[in-house]
């Protein structure tokens, strides 16, 4: 077990080895941030995106990336515990454990890799996603194929040692900055409609693709439309095997939704306490009503670091995300959505005419560090959470999830159960 808890408190934890370790980190902390360092979300925009792009660098060069990741690719090789110690230090110290880019390249895209990839594969792609040289986005919704992802039409064909792409994605977060994209193409139209599919990495720099930016709500441009016209990748660049792309996008989202269950929660729990002490600062605090919806928010918080220990466990135990990364996903994007309306009930009319710096991420919570007062950043954080719900699956994909591969509930009647052609027309 990675924790024990205390019958009075219900506390977890962490074995005394763990406290050298700790020790550690904090040093290392010490020795490589400014004497009066408050936390990145204390900086502004430009000093920001500096000190992320140094601080990345630094992070790679002692080996704090890709936590998980085996020696021979360059990573620490650092257990569950190590990375939870890791996320409750770097965010009491206000600094990010990565770098923007690093949810599809070391998170998502990299551990699959890790975990269908050829030995060719992890040894070219892996070393770069650690060092910043590939930078990635991720091909998979389209404009018939979001919540049903397995109705995807994106082509792929092979000719000679090449594949060829041809069709669109949609929703394509940072692709007007990535280098790499991991793309899910239909490869056997006379197939069932969950198989025929096959997990491609394509480079973007070449004439095939073509990039669209969609401005959201709330002004910025992060995702993208990718149009492939006779796009091309070389033939080794499946990962897994041909036609049998499914299981692969599985493990990926398992990854996307699951990974960080036991860290999470350490954000969360510092962008709550940004908001009791607006609600303090404003005056909120005394209306009960506002007191009892911070608490529900509290309550819901501790209920996902302890979800994150169980997760903890199970990874210690050896095992890779299941479906029940999908309870993780459906508990943080739905609570994620009632703080953040909270955060503009408690700021009132300031809310319409927000000042102040805007979020150092469009994604979860903003950075360590952030003034309790920055009504930008809280009013940015609420326009991005409406996509929480949505992204990495809906929560009714994931409660069907949790329905029928975690409770082994009756499935639901399928209408799409021949083959894709089939199911097109």
């Known amino acids: 077990m990675p924790c024990a808890t205390t019958l009075a408190g219900m506390q977890p934890t962490y074995p005394a080895e763990a406290a050298e370790f700790r020790s550690n980190i904090k040093a290392f902390l010490k020795e490589n941030l400014p004497a009066d360092w408050k936390g990145s979300g204390a900086l502004g925009q430009e000093e920001a995106e500096v000190f992320g792009t140094t601080w990345r660098k630094t992070l790679s060069e002692n080996k704090l990336l890709g936590l998980s990741w085996p020696t021979e690719y360059g990573g620490p090789g650092l257990s569950e515990l190590e990375q939870v110690i890791i996320a409750e230090e770097f965010q009491k110290a206000g600094v990010p454990t990565g770098g923007p880019n690093d949810v599809f390249g070391i998170q998502m895209v990299g551990n699959t890799i890790i975990h269908w990839g050829t030995e060719e594969q992890k040894r070219h792609f892996l070393p770069r996603i650690l060092s910043g040289d590939d930078t990635w986005c991720q091909g998979y919704s389209e404009p018939n194929a979001g919540s049903d992802l397995a109705n995807l039409g994106c082509k792929a064909e092979l000719d000679g040692d090449e594949w060829v792409l041809n069709g669109q994605k949609i929703w394509t977060s940072a692709g007007h900055l990535a280098d790499w994209i991991f793309v899910l193409g239909r490869t056997n139209p006379e197939a069932a409609k969950h198989k025929g599919i096959t997990f491609f990495l394509v480079p973007m720099d070449q004439p095939g693709v073509e990039v669209r930016p969609i401005r959201m709500i709330s002004g910025e441009s992060e995702f993208n439309e990718v149009f492939f016209t006779d796009a091309r990748c070389p033939k080794d660049n499946v990962v897994g095997e041909v036609n049998a792309g499914w299981g692969v996008a599985m493990t990926l989202l398992g990854f996307e939704r699951g990974e960080a269950a036991a860290t999470l929660p350490v954000t969360f729990r510092a962008e709550l306490d940004r908001l009791t002490e607006l609600a303090k600062s404003t005056g909120a605090s005394d209306d009960p009503t506002i007191r009892q919806r911070i608490a529900w928010c509290h309550s819901k918080v501790e209920i ?25 996903k459906l508990n943080w994007s739905e609570y994620h959505q009632v703080i953040t309306e909270l955060s503009v009930d408690i700021l009132g009319a300031r809310a319409m005419t927000p000042s102040g710096e805007p979020p150092k991420s469009a994604f979860q919570a903003d950075a360590a560090g952030t003034p309790a007062d920055n009504v930008r950043s809280w009013t940015d954080t609420f326009l991005n959470a409406r996509a929480g719900t949505i992204y990495a699956g809906t929560s009714q994909v994931q409660r069907n999830i949790i ?23």
């Open 304 to 328: 996902m670091r302890f979800l994150g220990m169980r997760s903890l466990t199970k990874f210690l135990a050896g095992h890779g995300p299941g479906p029940d990364a999908a309870i993780t």
């Open 403 to 425: 329905g029928e591969q975690v409770l082994a509930l009756p499935k639901e009647p399928r209408a799409d159960a021949g083959s894709w052609k089939d199911v097109k027309s």
